[in-house]
């Protein structure tokens, strides 16, 4: 064999090694691609997405969209091929892995996490719906996510109310998590519950919490319930989390409590985190879920004024889908009020 084809057949075997490596080799980071959307004013299995009780309700066409993003988990492999691709391609984007993830997340903790987020961004946009509307409720502090295979799983339920702990009664979150840490690691603490209108009495046996060993925790996760004059059931799919889905949900409580149709048989798309106040909060993928707000027939936007510098010059056509900037549920409700009255109206823009 001569040297020209020892160099050939040497350089031939480093190229096909260099492009096996880029194909396998896993880079730290995480990929943004857009995702199935919903609407929240359909049905799924012949069942309404968001179904309301105890009030009356006004069920009527077009499309609340939801909005979701697919992103590589903290578990998943990214190659050099897979980033190259995803770095060129307007609908997708390319995030270091550390950005999005903590170190010690695993994608099912991301899941569970996502679904917490979720029950939480639901009660919130309840809430939100129902103030704009004029309604009443109180609050309590109340279990908000369990986690899998932790001491409070098969103890505790999501929306199981805190009375009292270790007979000390509950009056904020702050309080009910310093009683459950005072307690010995792995001695029980006595939980007084309310669940479904019943009160309950729990002893469990705690463990030490992860961030202090000398501090008790029961991995559950905790926060603000609320108790609504009207019960609100949101099927979008378990696997649908986070926060970002929060304002469309308040919008279709909204329109289904109130005469008339809020989109006029029109297909509107929205995201953004919301509070019990309505405000409006920022959330990430912004330009993916452009892309599929748009993809799905998507004619009007309503984009948190938090992302306007990521939505200015976005992959979307102006021309198909008009963006418009919110920053409260009352704000958004006028702005679809005005575009299907006038889809040239004047409208807060980024």
Same mark, same amino acid.
């Given at each position: 064999?001569?040297?020209?084809?020892?160099?050939?057949?040497?350089?031939?075997?480093?190229?096909?090694?260099?492009?096996?490596?880029?194909?396998? $080799?896993?880079?730290?980071?995480?990929?943004?691609?857009?995702?199935?959307?919903?609407?929240?004013?359909?049905?799924?299995?012949?069942?309404?997405?968001?179904?309301?009780?105890?009030?009356?309700?006004?069920?009527?066409?077009?499309?609340?969209?939801?909005?979701?993003?697919?992103?590589?988990?903290?578990?998943?492999?990214?190659?050099?091929?897979?980033?190259?691709?995803?770095?060129?391609?307007?609908?997708?984007?390319?995030?270091?892995?550390?950005?999005?993830?903590?170190?010690?997340?695993?994608?099912?903790?991301?899941?569970?996490?996502?679904?917490?987020?979720?029950?939480?961004?639901?009660?919130?946009?309840?809430?939100?719906?129902?103030?704009?509307?004029?309604?009443?409720?109180?609050?309590?502090?109340? @279990?908000?996510?369990?986690?899998?295979?932790?001491?409070?799983?098969?103890?505790?339920?999501?929306?199981?109310?805190? $009375?009292?702990?270790?007979?000390?009664?509950?009056?904020?979150?702050?309080?009910?998590?310093?009683?459950?840490?005072? @307690?010995?690691?792995?001695?029980?603490?006595?939980? @007084?519950?309310?669940?479904?209108?019943?009160?309950?009495?729990?002893?469990?046996?705690?463990?030490?919490?992860?961030?202090?060993?000398?501090?008790?925790?029961?991995?559950?996760?905790?926060?603000?319930?609320?108790?609504?004059?009207?019960?609100?059931?949101?099927? $979008?799919?378990?696997?649908?989390?986070?926060?970002?889905?929060?304002?469309?949900?308040?919008?279709? $409580?909204?329109?289904?409590?109130?005469?008339?149709?809020?989109?006029?048989?029109?297909? @509107?798309?929205?995201?953004?985190?919301?509070?019990?106040?309505?405000?409006?909060?920022?959330?990430?993928?912004?330009?993916?879920?452009?892309?599929?707000?748009?993809?799905?027939?998507?004619?009007?936007?309503?984009?948190?004024?938090?992302?306007?510098?990521?939505?200015?010059?976005?992959?979307?056509?102006?021309?198909?889908?008009?963006?418009?900037?919110?920053?409260?549920?009352?704000?958004?409700?006028?702005?679809?009020?005005?575009?299907?009255?006038?889809?040239?109206?004047?409208?807060?823009?980024?």
């Amino acid at each position: 064999m001569s040297r020209r084809t020892t160099a050939s057949v040497v350089g031939f075997v480093l190229l096909v090694g260099c492009l096996l490596a880029a194909a396998v $080799v896993p880079l730290p980071y995480t990929i943004y691609s857009p995702g199935p959307t919903v609407n929240l004013l359909g049905k799924s299995d012949k069942r309404e997405i968001i179904a309301v009780s105890g009030a009356k309700t006004y069920r009527d066409g077009g499309d609340l969209r939801l909005l979701t993003v697919v992103p590589t988990g903290p578990d998943d492999t990214v190659s050099l091929l897979g980033a190259l691709s995803a770095w060129v391609r307007p609908d997708q984007a390319v995030y270091r892995k550390s950005d999005i993830y903590a170190t010690d997340q695993t994608s099912d903790s991301v899941e569970e996490q996502g679904q917490v987020d979720m029950v939480d961004s639901q009660d919130s946009a309840v809430a939100a719906a129902l103030t704009q509307l004029g309604y009443t409720f109180t609050t309590s502090v109340q @279990v908000l996510g369990i986690q899998r295979g932790g001491p409070g799983d098969g103890a505790l339920e999501v929306h199981d109310q805190l $009375v009292s702990v270790n007979g000390t009664a509950v009056s904020d979150i702050a309080g009910a998590v310093k009683d459950i840490q005072a @307690v010995k690691p792995g001695s029980r603490v006595r939980l @007084v519950v309310r669940r479904s209108g019943k009160t309950q009495t729990l002893r469990v046996r705690t463990v030490a919490s992860q961030a202090d060993k000398t501090k008790s925790a029961l991995e559950v996760t905790i926060g603000v319930g609320y108790d609504f004059p009207i019960d609100v059931d949101v099927r $979008v799919g378990d696997n649908i989390g986070g926060p970002s889905a929060g304002m469309m949900i308040a919008m279709t $409580v909204y329109d289904t409590l109130t005469p008339g149709s809020l989109t006029k048989g029109a297909d @509107v798309a929205g995201t953004g985190t919301i509070d019990a106040k309505g405000q409006v909060g920022g959330i990430g993928g912004i330009q993916q879920k452009l892309v599929a707000a748009q993809r799905a027939g998507a004619r009007l936007f309503l984009a948190p004024a938090d992302n306007c510098d990521e939505v200015r010059g976005g992959p979307y056509d102006s021309e198909r889908m008009r963006v418009v900037k919110v920053s409260t549920l009352k704000g958004a409700i006028a702005d679809v009020k005005a575009w299907t009255s006038d889809h040239d109206a004047k409208l807060p823009a980024c």
